[in-house]
């Protein structure tokens, strides 16, 4: 990141220098300002490398007010050319000591959503991992090292593994990373040749050194490729939209005789997980117990505790639900979407049945 950054500012610094850069004459850059900047200077990077960046310049304030001036903005890309200091920064990164977080770059990302690879964020994937491959791993670090369990997700979304090709534990002492590299690299050509997904500057090398951003371009992308196939399976091959999705949950409220309806994945009312909870009553009678749900007005513990117990209870019953409890109380409309979508399987299923 750190090289990355001193050859992004390198240009950057003279575009910021002819150009109106502090967009809203605060007298300082803010991190939607400095991304303008970057996609000015013809990088375009994504939100959460710029706030990576940003990170890095509150790492480095000197009068330590949280801001980042023009003056700090100079000094500090002065101070990268340094490759101690580089190297000083990727640390500081590591530790994650004395960093502010930033939310999304986007009114509603922004609030209460970080999108730096965070000890969270690695937990959650690996809670999704467990769900979709029943293994349990450890995202990033040695349990995807060998690329094993991306190639068995390659074979859930229906992306053929030829497993001759492939080294399997137990390694051997001698040469057992460049076997785990060897499975790294078939990984990436899979994703990129089969799969067809963007691996733009992704390596075997990248996955088998552990790389966060990296492994989870890979891993999300895959993730993807599951929602569009449960999608594609409840539309009979052809992939159906939210208001489908949508108008057949409230179909089955009303029907079950629920009071709660939803109008969208944004819906603020998923926050409480009420609409899934009632719709799990409703595809599956008394799997729900309602003396285990909070009602009426809810604090945030109440929601996540219902949360929780709505993606339990859904998994109980069958449904392939990756998404986890903070994906309901933040109302993430991807994930929401793959709650429901899953949730329709398992009622079409049931109808069919």
Request: hydrophobic residues 35%.
């Amino acid at each position: 990141l750190s090289v990355c950054l001193s050859v992004c500012l390198s240009v950057c610094l003279s575009v910021c220098v002819s150009s109106h850069t502090d967009t809203d004459n605060s007298g300082f850059v803010s991190d939607f300002e400095l991304q303008e900047l970057f996609r000015e200077a013809s990088f375009c990077m994504p939100g959460y490398r710029v706030r990576d960046i940003v990170e890095i310049f509150v790492a480095g304030d000197t009068n330590k007010d949280g801001k980042i001036s023009f003056e700090e903005f100079v000094s500090i890309y002065q101070e990268l050319k340094s490759k101690e200091l580089s190297e000083t920064f990727k640390k500081t990164i590591a530790r994650r000591e004395g960093i502010q977080s930033f939310g999304g770059l986007s009114g509603i990302s922004s609030e209460g959503t970080q999108h730096s690879y965070s000890g969270r964020e690695r937990e959650r994937e690996r809670e999704r991992l467990h769900v979709l491959i029943g293994v349990c791993v450890c995202v990033c670090c040695s349990d995807l090292c060998d690329a094993v369990v991306i190639l068995q997700l390659y074979e859930k979304v229906n992306v053929p593994v030829e497993w001759k090709k492939v080294n399997r534990p137990p390694y051997s002492a001698l040469g057992s990373n460049m076997k785990k590299l060897e499975n790294c690299t078939y990984a990436v050509e899979l994703g990129r040749n089969k799969a067809r997904f963007s691996l733009v500057g992704i390596g075997g090398v990248n996955l088998n050194e552990g790389s966060p951003m990296h492994t989870l371009a890979l891993v999300w992308q895959l993730m993807r490729r599951y929602t569009l196939q449960v999608l594609s399976d409840l539309g009979d091959g052809e992939k159906i939209g939210d208001q489908i999705i949508i108008n057949w949950v409230n179909t089955q409220l009303k029907e079950g005789g629920k009071d709660s309806q939803i109008s969208s994945f944004k819906d603020k009312l998923i926050s409480t997980s009420l609409p899934v909870i009632d719709l799990l009553d409703t595809i599956a009678p008394k799997s729900i117990k309602e003396e285990l749900v909070k009602r009426g007005e809810l604090s945030d513990a109440d929601k996540l505790n219902n949360a929780k117990y709505a993606i339990t209870v859904s998994r109980k019953i069958g449904a392939r639900v990756y998404a986890l409890p903070d994906d309901l109380v933040e109302v993430k409309p991807k994930m929401v979407l793959t709650v429901f979508a899953c949730l329709m399987g398992r009622g079409m299923k049931k109808a069919d049945g």
